[in-house]
């Protein structure tokens, strides 16, 4: 076949598209003698592709590889049955063929009349998912089936052999196999003793389909299909290659007929009077079921035009406006004339189009408020709605939606009454219309509201999953490198040494409990209060930086504690400011070459330019890590200073914000986020927290847990 392009994104011009199908599915689809595609389906693809302006190259192969390359992504459309199991992985237009089910039986047994006339019966069927939910729609309550074959050959050599009574196929499938038998083909079983039933048993519906993700070419694929529908090509091609179902049913008791004439004419050879006495009772017998039939004909067509009728008077004329709009997709389905009047468009303007397209009648916000109000009670009564139609005039509505239940979708039938008139001439009804309207759009306002209450509570919980991930890493790692020295120790025989890594594997694994513990109160912070006790903050501090050198066996830096003053806080909360803090401190400075004197020399010179501060920091030499304290008017500073590579302050406006870093740089990695949860808890404490630094001389980060004195 012709080479296929890649699929094109959705929504964007497709030059070519790529259709697979099934070589051996006449009318519908198949291959000829010269192995060309032919059928019902090669022709509307032709005529679909000259709709939307697109080539569409045919491929035709075995069904099961036809299907696994669909799947795959290497065809753009397909058409099959829209069985549950494939809508969970397809996307379908609606159906615009229906491939008939027949009864192929054994010829010493009576004609099924229908479904149940297959009870009793030993069945062959294909075994497939379409064809299952299919049977179990029309055969309900039967036994299963006795055969079940891979292939319609097998189903009916499975009839032939007498291991099953009757097979029910599609007639594309089984008719072809019948006749090629009649005509002297080789099937490896004689396929002579079976017949075809006269009466179809049902009807499939059959579609395209496009996988998820191509609900644009979807939506051209199906308008293009109602415009053949409405124009009448579509119908067309059906006549052109599929023979109507009552047109095959008449075709097959036709020769019947014909066979049971040839009989009779047979039995006239032999005994003439009871040849005319037969054949006058024939007569008289078809001559009462031609009378019952036309009867019947003439009742259906009655009870039809009626049905038009009351459809006509109920709907189509109906002074009030009325709407039909598919519930999931808000596609406008049908609408009546009132409804066109009412916002003074044509048919062609609202018929087929989505109600998002309406927004010049139809205000978008006020219809999310209404299809709220549907999803909660399941319809709405004397809703207020005020339209703007063509004209620019406003026009004041109740509106009343109710679902229903069509096929395999759900339709919304909206009800609108035109009340501007009765409004105007009624002042004590417009006051209550203007109330309903002005509840309406109050309960719009909230609804926004909720919305983006909802999407600030999602950022949140994004932010606090991310936090989590990132302050659960120096933990995980402590452990995970102290298992592997504890294996090394067990594998080496040295027994003592691997019991002190057993307590400090105990140390790491209850400090990670602490901070899973305290990052929940953390994010239920409003409903429980901190669990404030005195904090041994040197403690806490030289415990934080332990578990850092055990994750970070490769950071070379040196970390000296002063004492410090206890605090009053939650410790475990406490515990993951340190963490952040030493973190960013270890990290910065171990990035620091140790160029010796002329780099310290370099490194005072830029210290003239640092802020004033109190500290007695490190060195800029040696990578190294000072923690220490001090007091002023708002009390007590906890201070953490290193002589790492520093940040422009001029760039730190959003320091404290999630997931902003300052330094892109791969070898400092970080999510952004672990300053932004140490402010978080600092001033969940009552607290402030600072930093002050300088590119190539370092940072001062300073915090307390005081609040500031009035």
């Known amino acids: 076949m012709n080479s296929s392009p890649p699929p094109a994104p959705a929504g964007a011009s497709i030059a070519r598209l790529r259709y697979g199908g099934d070589r051996a599915f006449a009318p519908y689809e198949s291959l000829d003698a010269q192995g060309r595609p032919q059928g019902f389906q090669i022709d509307l693809l032709a005529a679909l592709g000259a709709r939307l302006g697109t080539v569409v190259d045919v491929q035709l192969r ?16 397909v058409a099959m049955v829209p069985t549950a199991e494939r809508r969970s992985w397809a996307r379908f237009t609606r159906g615009h063929a229906s ?60 009839v ?66 109602e415009a053949m529908e409405a124009d009448g090509s579509l119908d067309a091609l059906r006549l052109r290659w599929l023979p109507s179902h009552r047109a095959l049913a008449e075709a097959h008791r036709l020769q019947a007929r014909v066979a049971q004439s040839r009989q009779w004419t047979w039995a006239v050879a032999g005994s003439a009077t009871l040849a005319v006495a037969g054949l006058g009772w024939a007569l008289s017998r078809r001559q009462r079921q031609a009378q019952a039939e036309r009867q019947q004909r003439l009742q259906a067509e009655a009870a039809l035009q009626r049905a038009e009728d009351l459809l006509e008077r109920s709907f189509t004329q109906h002074p009030q406006a009325m709407l039909v709009v598919e519930r999931g997709t808000a596609m406008v389905r049908d609408a009546n004339q009132a409804a066109h009047r009412l916002l003074g468009v044509g048919a062609g303007s609202l018929i087929g189009q989505p109600l998002a397209r309406l927004q010049q009648h139809l205000p978008a916000a006020l219809l999310q408020t209404l299809a709220a109000a549907l999803d909660m009670d399941g319809e709405i009564v004397g809703a207020p709605l005020q339209l703007r139609s063509a004209d620019g005039s406003v026009r004041d509505c109740l509106l009343n939606a109710d679902e229903l239940a069509v096929g395999d979708s759900v339709q919304v039938f909206c009800l609108l009454q035109d009340v501007t008139d009765t409004l105007r001439h009624d002042a004590q009804l417009r006051a209550g219309y203007d109330s309903l309207l002005a509840e309406l759009r109050r309960t719009e306002g909230e609804l926004d509201q909720t919305r983006q209450q909802r999407a ?15 302050d659960l890493k120096a933990p995980l790692r402590a452990l995970q490198g102290l298992t592997g020295l504890l294996r090394a120790r067990v594998q080496a025989g040295h027994t003592r040494e691997a019991l002190a890594y057993t307590h400090h594997i105990e140390r790491a694994g209850e400090r990670m409990q602490q901070m899973v513990a305290a990052l929940g109160r953390l994010a239920q912070v409003t409903r429980q209060p901190l669990q404030r006790q005195p904090v041994e903050m040197g403690a806490l501090a030289r415990g934080s930086w332990a578990l850092l050198t055990m994750a970070h066996p490769e950071w070379a830096v040196r970390c000296d504690v002063d004492v410090l003053p206890v605090a009053q806080g939650d410790a475990s909360l406490l515990g993951l400011v340190w963490q952040n803090l030493l973190e960013n401190a270890a990290k910065f400075s171990a990035a620091r070459p140790n160029a010796g004197a002329d780099a310290d020399a370099d490194a005072d010179a830029k210290a003239a330019s640092r802020p004033a501060s109190p500290a007695r920091g490190p060195g800029p030499g040696q990578p190294r890590v000072r923690v220490d304290s001090h007091q002023d008017e708002r009390g007590t500073w906890y201070r953490i200073t290193d002589n790492g590579v520093g940040f422009d302050m001029s760039r730190a406006a959003g320091l404290f914000q999630p997931f902003v870093r300052l330094h892109p740089d791969p070898r400092w990695a970080g999510s952004g986020i672990g300053l932004a949860q140490v402010r978080r808890i600092v001033e969940l404490h009552g607290g402030d927290v600072r930093l002050r630094s300088a590119p190539g001389v370092g940072t001062v980060a300073e915090f307390t847990l005081d609040p500031p004195r009035p």
């Not at 600030?456 to 990132?470: G, K, S």
């Open 62 to 77: 075995p069904w099961p590889e036809t299907e696994a390359a669909f799947r795959a992504g290497q065809c753009d459309l």
């Open 456 to 470: 600030r509570a999602e950022e949140r919980l994004e932010d606090f999953t991310q936090a989590v991930t990132h």
């Open 99 to 158: 491939p008939v089910l027949g009864v192929y039986r054994r010829q010493d047994l009576p004609e099924p009349q229908g479904p149940q006339a297959l009870a009793g019966l030993r069945l062959a069927v294909l075994d497939g998912e379409a064809m299952r939910e299919t049977l179990a729609t029309l055969l309900g309550t039967l036994p299963p089936p006795a055969v079940v074959a891979a292939t319609p050959l097998a189903a009916l050599q499975a």
């Open 160 to 225: 032939a052999r007498g291991q099953a009574d009757a097979a029910v196929l599609l007639q594309a499938y089984a008719d072809p196999l019948l006749k090629d038998s009649q005509q002297g083909g080789d099937r490896g079983v004689d396929l002579g003793v079976i017949r075809a039933g006269s009466l179809p048993l049902g009807a499939q519906s059959y579609g395209f389909a496009v996988l998820p993700g191509r609900e644009a070419l979807l939506q051209r694929l199906q308008q293009a299909l």
